[in-house]
Nanobody
Framework: VQLQACGGGLMQAGGSLRLSCAVS???????????LDWYRQAPGKSREWVGFITTRGRAEYLDSVKGRFTISRDNAKKTVYLQMNSLTAEDTGVHYC?????WGPGTLVTVSS
């Protein structure tokens, strides 16, 4: 199983980014039957959970991103998205997706204040 997160970059505070996490090495049915988490790790800090999407597309979020971030999934593409709006400097960090214990290499988001 491989996960590839992409879409990170440099953004000014208040801006938006959409991250993608493409999952490969699994069948479509396996992907549909699994949830997926997003985590992030800010410089010098521990990795923290950001959100989760269930097999039915219901999402849960870290309190500090509620109302700003939205997780969605496209089962046909075996891809999960993290739409990030109203970015703040506290959102800076490497963002990772994880599925069934497998982790991708992460994508860096840098928000300038």
């Amino acid at each position: 199983v491989q996960l590839q997160a992409c879409g990170g970059g440099l953004m000014q505070a208040g801006g938006s980014l959409r991250l993608s996490c493409a999952v490969s090495g699994v069948s479509g049915s396996t992907f549909r039957d699994s949830g997926l988490d997003w985590y992030r790790q800010a410089p010098g800090k521990s990795r923290e959970w950001v959100g989760f999407i269930t097999t039915r597309g219901r999402a849960e979020y870290l309190d500090s991103v509620k109302g700003r971030f939205t997780i969605s999934r496209d089962n046909a593409k075996k891809t999960v998205y993290l739409q990030m709006n109203s970015l703040t400097a506290e959102d800076t960090g490497v963002h990772y997706c994880t599925n069934s214990g497998f982790w991708g290499p992460g994508t860096l988001v840098t928000v300038s204040s």
